[in-house]
């Protein structure tokens, strides 16, 4: 580091980054006591420690700014020679501001949404642990560390989006009674929680084996350790390693960040209270999988310099993510209900951001498409924060999860019906005022100045995203706030009900972020060249990355010089277009309703049968189903029934249980199972014999 | 000259002197309270376990006969064995006191606890077979009759005849595997049968060899290895939980002290491929454990296939014994955590059991709320099993399976072990999360709160402070198992 400070042991400056993840840890365990004096300051008390742990995460940014780094490392287990550590490099810096100062929102949003819960004390908890557990994978300097906060996540996740254990019928996600393949397309909070942690868990196997493959050849888990001496990867490579390990730790962010093939729990996930998605969606979960992906992209694009390809790898990790921002999105345009509508759509941006990230390692310009990725964290950060909560307002006055039973709220609730323009503007990527347009349009311009052979799908792909992304928020927009009333609000006003706007405590944190969108997105093109600079010096100091150091020979293209260097004009052209076009539809159908959705979709046998196929979720869920639940469970039983009952107690012909009587005791175990037993174990010694001989 | 302040001599005598004594007590009192004898035994273990600490804590420790006969050893092998059984026999003592109360013969219930647990340590500081076959029989016997305590409940019977049957068989193997071993080497000692082993002409290999299988089989019962495990299910289901606590997490452990002791050394002398053996037998053992685990319905009847395949993780460091410094490491401290953690389970359903009679897997919906401290403590118990951070469990997996990648060097099946027991790890969770979700997720008849028993409370405390306390700064206990592994090994020289 050239002005990076490097320290051992616990120092002053190193505090603030440690207080970061312990505070929101101390919240959590206080928090059950709290809640033996009063149910209520728990709120407060969860709000105070994320504030506190959000300006320990502002006193970083100066690091960030001027590149310096805090490496601060104290004795864990010595015996096998861990340390623990803060690595608090501008990347975890900014990162960790992102996420704290987003989950306070959340937190002052959860004080007013989730006012007069029951299990109020149970929420703030997992809240504070989930947020914690967020900063660890963030601020730790080796793998195994923040492999801990990993798991901490996903345990958090389970417990929330399980949160209403009741399983009531509000709760649910899906549409009652709908059936995909023969399954019920229809969850419960428990089931969803218990999917979501089962199918992370998927990835966190992968992770575990890419992470011990690494250490097995490196002996070291740290990620500064890696970079500094890097022979491992020499042998790793010529035993063709490196790439499997690389591509299997990829597959922990595949999980966690819900990318295909393991997308499907996150919009299940949706069974959660709504400030829980907002906190999965915007700030923690989901990010964890593109932080780790920032955190090693640099490492394995820098051994190119010491002549290791590692473009599989990267390609790897452009198409995963150009396939799920494609896939999600076509089903984000049909489905009814909000916060699926909005789940789709994480996982579609998170997709640009893996996109971003792959192409950068496959392109002469790393931290053009590095920047791109990180900066569409940030902004959709921010608006999927605020439309997520705005959601949630939308959920608690109108009281149905479906955007049919809204329709027609412009009118009453004011103050959300702009926010989330705003922050929808911002999703869609509404051209010059936005962060998302000038995020996208840097995702758009480093993909398509890549020059690498999957470029031009890619680029292709992403396009086509983009449009769709544009017309789903606008239909979202427009089923929720434009026409008539639906059904389900006339009737709730008939019976008395005043359609109202939400409390300040709900508004006020998902205005501010959607000001930010537009505010942010107003200077858009100067935050994104302060955030390249920012990387372009880190990535050249901690990595020796230069600009032009990578695999790709050609020059870069880029045509504009000045103020608007890195904007590119094709990329620029075809994201105007690509808003102007899904707009269009979404304005023609939904917002100035010139025609009727269902009418069209009715009147042609093609368009009918690409509806339905989206809506059963491109038939994957319904497929995964079969193959992972339906049919192992089958064959467990199987097992039990065939390999514990048939083979090892198929000796005596008479059932276990019948042998059961007190009096027959005797009988029982002398004639019947024991006999079978005892023929196992005789039969089980002449097999250690043989196993021996071999 | 027998070294009368030698550590298991003096166990011997405390633990010894007081389980003879509380029976006397009881016939003379003539009263039907139980918490007095509940109270002796546990002082009693309380003092064995000081004794101990106090003896590796002032360096007491040398591995140098105590005999002049060469049949006993005091070493930290012994010491970590020791207290790790010490810790399960008090934990299923505290555990009783509530199962216990007004119950028949309490007396002979703690006695023979006692007893059991002078079998269980002897075994780790035996040196010589005939030693160890008789610390062997001092541990079983009272089980089986623990095992069939409760004389008017048919399934305890039963599982109580099941045990003895095998123990019968495994017993008559094992003295088989000796007396074929001493017919070699001419010595019952267990450094100079391995000598006398390296030693053997050709034509002789068969026969030492088929004593090794003896040993793997007879002791194997014990551990609960497959194809050895049949009787096992049936045992822990029928016996009262709190002994199946005992068998679990303690007699289990002795075998695996007693395979440590004899197996590995006596097949590392006669350079039999006994590794791939026994990896083999692992795989196989934690599969069928998992597999079986997924559709029980009762709580006591899941906890024993899962210590079965538990005992195949264990059986991983075994098998990579001799090529990972780490292997036999990663073993015994995983053999200590286990034993806490299935103890802890095993104590929980307990409570669960005596305070509201069901042990099927259904009848606990809404258990967090009933009993939160008992669920609780549960919970944690079956996520350190299960291996997940930041507890106990999940360090000595790691190492076990660490140790296997390291392995990868010298034998290519090593990262196979690995594999196989991460995804026995993940394939595991999947019955530990099905009880957590039935207990926290799931809504039950009545949430009313239950009084739950004191003695059960205490444990769970104990445990969850062990389990995390472990798991966030696992070092010393670490430190231990290392210091433990060096001194077996000097019994005879890894070749």
Not at chain 1, 290 to 306: M, T
Not at chain 1, 402 to 429: E, I, P, Q, S, V
Not at chain 1, 483 to 503: Q, R
Not at chain 2, 419 to 439: D, E, F, H, T
């Amino acid at each position: 580091m050239a002005t990076g400070s490097f320290e051992f042991g616990l120092s002053a400056t190193a505090l603030n980054a440690w207080a970061i993840w312990i505070l929101p840890f101390v919240a959590a365990v206080i928090i059950p006591g709290v809640a033996k004096f009063s149910k209520r300051a728990t709120g407060g008390v969860a709000v105070a420690f994320a504030l506190a742990s959000a300006i320990s995460a502002t006193t970083l940014l100066p690091l960030a700014l001027g590149n310096n780094e805090i490496h601060n490392q104290i004795p864990w287990i010595s015996s096998i020679g861990l340390k623990a550590g803060i690595l608090a490099d501008p990347l975890a810096a900014l990162m960790s501001n992102v996420v704290a100062w987003v989950s306070f929102l959340i937190f002052v949003y959860s004080t007013g949404y989730m006012k007069g819960d029951k299990d109020i004390t149970r929420f703030w908890f997992w809240m504070a642990f989930f947020v914690g557990s967020m900063q660890l994978i963030v601020l730790s300097d080796n793998f195994l560390q923040l492999f801990f906060g990993w798991e901490g996540v996903g345990l958090a996740s389970y417990a929330l989006v399980g949160f209403w254990y009741r399983d009531k019928k509000k709760d649910h996600v899906g549409i009652e009674g709908r059936t995909v393949l023969g399954l019920v397309d229809y969850y419960s909070p428990t089931h969803s929680g218990i999917k979501a942690f089962i199918m992370t868990k998927v990835g966190d196997v992968m992770m575990l084996a890419g992470m011990f493959l690494i250490f097995a050849f490196a002996g070291t888990f740290g990620f500064r350790e890696l970079i500094e001496n890097t022979n491992w990867a020499t042998t790793m490579s010529s035993q063709h390693l490196l790439i499997p390990a690389a591509v299997l730790l990829f597959g922990g962010a595949i999980g966690k960040s819900a990318q295909f093939p393991l997308n499907e729990w996150l919009l299940e996930a949706m069974t959660g209270p709504t400030a829980v998605s907002a906190l999965i969606h915007a700030a923690t979960m989901v990010k964890a999988g593109v932080f780790l992906v920032a955190r090693l992209a640099p490492l394995f694009f820098a051994l190119a310099a010491i002549g290791i390809n590692m473009d599989q790898f990267f390609e790897v990790v452009a198409w995963v993510g150009a396939i799920t921002a494609f896939l999600l999105a076509t089903q984000g345009m049909v489905h009814p209900e909000i916060k699926k509508v909005l789940a789709y759509s994480t996982g579609s941006q998170i997709g640009y951001m893996m996109m971003a990230l792959g192409i950068a390692g496959l392109s002469r310009q790393f931290v053009d498409g590095y920047t791109a990725g990180f900066f569409h964290l940030i902004s959709h950060a921010m608006f999927k924060a605020s439309l997520f909560m705005a959601a949630g307002s939308l959920l608690h006055i109108v009281g149905s999860r479906f955007m049919t039973d809204m329709g027609g709220l412009r009118r009453h609730m004011k103050k959300t019906y702009a926010f989330m323009w705003a922050a929808g503007l911002g999703l869609m990527g509404a051209p010059f005022i936005t962060t998302g347009f000038w995020s996208k349009d840097a995702i758009f311009a480093a993909v398509y100045q890549s020059a690498n052979t999957w470029a031009l799908p890619i680029f292709v792909l992403a396009l086509i995203t983009a449009v769709m992304t544009t017309f789903y928020t606008t239909r979202m927009i427009g089923m929720v706030f434009f026409g008539n009333k639906s059904k389900h609000v006339e009737e709730m006003e008939k019976e008395g009900y005043h359609i109202h706007e939400a409390s300040p405590s709900m508004w006020i944190p998902y205005g501010i972020l959607a000001v930010l969108t537009i505010g942010i997105g107003v200077i858009g093109l100067a935050f994104e060249h302060q955030l390249h600079d920012i990387f372009t010096q880190y990535l050249a100091s901690a990595f020796g990355i230069k600009s032009g150091i990578g695999n790709v020979a050609m020059e870069s293209q880029s045509a504009l010089g000045g103020f608007l260097e890195g904007v590119n004009p094709v990329a620029l052209i075809s994201s105007l277009s690509a808003f102007a076009i899904g707009f269009a539809l979404g304005y023609i159908f939904y917002i100035g309703r010139f025609a009727d959705p269902v009418k069209f979709v009715n009147s042609n046998i093609f368009f009918y049968a690409i509806h339905k196929f989206f809506l059963n979720r491109w038939y994957l869920n319904a497929l995964i189903y079969w193959a992972f639940v339906v049919a192992p469970l089958y064959f467990a039983r199987g097992i039990y029934r065939y390999f514990e009952n048939f083979v090892m107690e198929g000796f005596n012909l008479v059932p276990e249980k019948t042998m059961m009587g007190g009096a027959r005791i005797m009988q029982a175990t002398q004639t019947g199972i024991s006999q079978s037993y005892l023929y196992i174990f005789g039969a089980g010694i002449l097999i250690v014999v043989l196993l021996l001989l071999i | 000259m027998i070294d009368f302040t030698s550590t298991p001599i003096i166990l011997t005598m405390i633990l010894g002197a007081v389980g003879v004594i509380i029976p006397v007590i009881s016939n003379a009192r003539k009263e039907k309270g139980s918490s007095l004898y509940g109270g002796m035994a546990f002082a009693a273990l309380i003092a064995a376990i000081t004794f101990v600490g106090y003896q590796i804590a002032s360096k007491h420790v040398t591995p140098s006969a105590i005999f002049s006969k060469n049949v006993l050893v005091d070493d930290t092998f012994g010491s970590f064995f020791a207290i790790a059984m010490l810790i399960v026999a008090i934990m299923t003592t505290v555990g009783s006191f509530n199962y216990m109360r007004g119950r028949a013969n309490p007396a002979v219930y703690y006695s023979l606890i006692l007893l059991s647990s002078i079998g269980m340590v002897l075994i780790a500081y035996s040196t010589d077979l005939v030693m160890l076959f008789v610390a062997w029989e001092l541990m079983s016997i009272p089980t089986y009759v623990l095992a069939g305590f409760m004389k008017k409940d048919p399934s305890s019977n039963e599982a109580a005849l099941k045990y003895f049957l095998f123990g019968a068989l495994a017993s008559g193997i094992i003295i088989y595997g000796i007396s074929i071993a001493y017919g070699l080497t001419g010595s019952t000692n267990i450094g100079q049968v391995i000598t006398g082993f390296s030693k053997l002409g050709p034509d002789m290999m068969p026969l030492a060899l088929l004593a090794v299988a003896m040993f793997i089989a007879g002791f194997g019962f014990k551990i609960g290895l497959v194809p050895f495990h049949m009787w096992l299910p049936d045992t822990y289901e029928g016996a009262p939980p709190t002994i199946s606590a005992l068998l679990a997490a303690g007699t289990k452990k002795a075998g695996f002290a007693a395979a440590l002791r004899v197996i590995i050394m006596g097949a590392i002398a006669l350079d039999l491929n006994w590794a791939f053996a026994l990896a083999i037998i692992a795989i196989v053992t934690m599969t069928v454990g998992n597999l079986a685990a997924i559709m029980q319905k009762n709580l006591t009847r899941m906890l024993a296939y899962s210590s079965i395949s538990h005992a195949g993780y264990i059986l991983i460091g075994l098998s990579i014994a001799p090529f990972s410094q780490i292997g036999l490491q990663a073993s015994l401290f995983h053999i200590l955590n286990h034993a806490v953690m299935k103890a802890s389970a095993f104590i929980a359903v307990a409570g669960i059991i005596t305070t509201l009679s069901v042990s099927h897997i259904d009848k606990i919906k809404g258990l967090g709320k009933r009993m939160p401290i008992t669920s609780l403590g549960l919970v944690i118990s079956l996520l350190a099993l299960a291996g997940v951070p930041p507890l106990n469990g999940f360090w000595s997996k790691l190492m076990l399976f660490g140790a296997a990648i390291n392995a990868g060097s010298m034998v290519s099946w090593g990262p196979y072990l690995a594999v196989a027991g991460v995804l026995n790890s993940a394939l595991s969770l999947a019955y530990y999360g099905w009880i957590i979700r039935k207990m926290y997720f799931e809504e039950g008849e009545s949430e009313k709160r239950v009084k739950e028993p004191k003695s059960v409370i205490a444990i769970m405390i104990f445990s969850i402070i062990f389990i995390v306390g472990i798991g966030v700064y696992p070092d010393p206990v670490i430190e231990f198992a290392k210091s433990a592994v060096p001194t077996l090994t000097n019994v005879v020289t890894i070749h």
